[in-house]
């Protein structure tokens, strides 16, 4: 018997190594064992060729017709899959579809953008991926919502605290993640390494610059505060993950985050956060985080940096405070949600009269 099919849409797939894609391969290796599924970055599928699901997932049995006209549509970020959400409610009025709200619909495009809007309006069902995103949205879309944390990579613990290693380079790397545009604020990472006092800190950042100016800003800054901080521009996200590890912390500076993928990595690591006081950081770490700084004050970041270089009961207490949160990020806790969601949509389509 054949499976049913879905098809996720992702205006990111491989190459952009970012969040949307880490969240399209993590569901379609979730949805393999009962689905066929594939990925692709727009429907219909026009020039843009489909991804293949990864390794894990089951290849889709005919991806031209999974992508064409699949029993359920997956569609990340409202504004960007608009267009993929609105051809396909047309072309079969009668299939479900799921909308998964990043930080950017949430924090901005669902309060002004139209087409963002109308996804909000047409979706059958939205996810967001923190708490706190369900207190953005209009009265109306609540009833449908659902929230599914994200997970980190079954087996991606942290495999020690490498004190030994920090103690022979007398450094503390405190690393940010993520890609050089506005809504990540990495101005205040840089602004930040110019004033930490402590001197075994050292800031590092991993991430491409897709906006030209805060890659000049950063080469700037790398040649200003010479080992102090160090842009090593775009990685592989394996690669990411290993220097993540053996980081002392980890800095989100974030302007809006719909659920960050890199506090996942970083909590289920038992790498400490330093986060932006935003309401999606406050939805994954918790209300009572003692981490925060204000957005956009360099000042206070760098104070967050030097206490948790010179003051190890807090360090510590950060670290308690990201293991009592790190049960929500289990990679089985996230695809047991999906599935159920998936489940439920598939099956109240099929007991809904077909037109």
């Given at each position: 018997?054949?499976?049913?099919?879905?098809?996720?849409?992702?205006?990111?797939?491989?190459a952009a190594?970012?969040?949307?894609?880490?969240?399209?391969?993590?569901?379609?290796?979730?949805?393999?064992?009962?689905?066929?599924?594939?990925?692709?970055?727009?429907?219909?599928?026009?020039?843009?060729?489909?991804?293949?699901?990864?390794?894990?997932?089951?290849?889709?049995?005919?991806?031209?017709?999974?992508?064409?006209?699949?029993?359920?549509?997956?569609?990340?970020?409202?504004?960007?899959?608009?267009?993929?959400?609105?051809?396909?409610?047309?072309?079969h009025?009668?299939?479900?579809?799921?909308?998964?709200?990043?930080?950017?619909?949430?924090?901005?495009?669902?309060?002004?953008?139209?087409?963002?809007?109308?996804?909000?309006?047409?979706?059958?069902?939205?996810?967001?991926?923190?708490?706190?995103?369900?207190?953005?949205?209009?009265?109306?879309?609540?009833?449908?919502?659902?929230?599914?944390?994200?997970s980190?990579?079954a087996?991606?613990?942290?495999?020690?605290v490498?004190?030994?290693?920090?103690?022979?380079?007398?450094?503390?790397?405190?690393?940010?993640?993520?890609?050089?545009?506005?809504?990540?604020?990495?101005?205040t990472?840089?602004?930040?390494?110019?004033v930490?006092?402590e001197?075994?800190?050292?800031?590092?950042?991993i991430?491409?610059?897709?906006?030209?100016?805060?890659?000049?800003?950063?080469?700037?800054t790398?040649?200003?505060?010479?080992?102090?901080?160090?842009?090593?521009?775009?990685?592989?996200?394996?690669?990411?993950?290993?220097?993540?590890?053996?980081?002392h912390?980890?800095?989100?500076?974030?302007?809006?985050?719909?659920?960050?993928?890199?506090?996942?990595?970083?909590?289920?690591?038992?790498?400490?956060?330093?986060?932006?006081?935003?309401?999606?950081?406050r939805?994954?770490?918790?209300?009572?985080?003692?981490?925060?700084?204000?957005?956009?004050?360099?000042?206070?970041?760098?104070?967050?940096?030097?206490?948790?270089?010179?003051?190890?009961?807090?360090?510590?207490?950060?670290?308690?405070?990201c293991?009592?949160?790190?049960?929500?990020?289990?990679?089985a806790?996230?695809?047991?949600?999906?599935?159920?969601?998936?489940?439920?949509?598939?099956?109240?389509?099929?007991?809904?009269p077909?037109?």
């Open positions: 018997m054949s499976k049913p099919t879905i098809c996720i849409v992702s205006p990111a797939l491989a190594n970012n969040g949307n894609w880490q969240t399209a391969s993590r569901w379609a290796g979730f949805l393999a064992p009962r689905y066929d599924v594939s990925i692709t970055s727009a429907w219909p599928e026009a020039s843009s060729a489909a991804a293949p699901s990864p390794p894990a997932a089951t290849p889709p049995r005919d991806a031209a017709a999974a992508v064409s006209a699949p029993d359920l549509l997956i569609a990340l970020h409202a504004r960007r899959s608009a267009s993929s959400l609105a051809a396909f409610r047309a072309a009025p009668e299939r479900p579809t799921l909308l998964v709200l990043t930080g950017t619909d949430l924090y901005r495009d669902i309060h002004s953008d139209a087409s963002a809007q109308a996804s909000l309006a047409a979706a059958h069902a939205l996810v967001v991926l923190q708490s706190a995103g369900l207190d953005e949205l209009p009265a109306a879309a609540r009833p449908k919502a659902h929230v599914i944390y994200q980190a990579p087996g991606a613990k942290h495999p020690g490498r004190s030994d290693i920090r103690t022979q380079a007398q450094q503390h790397e405190i690393l940010m993640i993520g890609h050089l545009r506005d809504e990540k604020d990495p101005l990472f840089m602004r930040a390494a110019e930490v006092r001197p075994s800190a050292r800031l590092v950042h991430g491409g610059a897709l906006n030209a100016a805060l890659g000049e800003a950063a080469h700037a790398q040649n200003a505060v010479a080992g102090r901080y160090e842009w090593l521009g775009a990685l592989p996200h394996d690669q990411t993950v290993d220097r993540l590890r053996s980081a912390a980890m800095a989100i500076c974030s302007r809006m985050e719909g659920g960050a993928n890199v506090i996942i990595e970083a909590v289920t690591s038992g790498v400490p956060v330093l986060a932006s006081d935003i309401s999606g950081n939805g994954m770490l918790g209300e009572d985080y003692e981490g925060y700084f204000p957005l956009g004050d360099a000042q206070a970041l760098a104070a967050l940096i030097d206490r948790s270089v010179s003051d190890p009961a807090w360090l510590q207490r950060l670290r308690a405070q293991a009592a949160r790190a049960k929500l990020f289990e990679p806790t996230e695809q047991a949600a999906l599935l159920a969601l998936v489940d439920n949509l598939l099956h109240q389509n099929q007991e809904r077909q037109k």
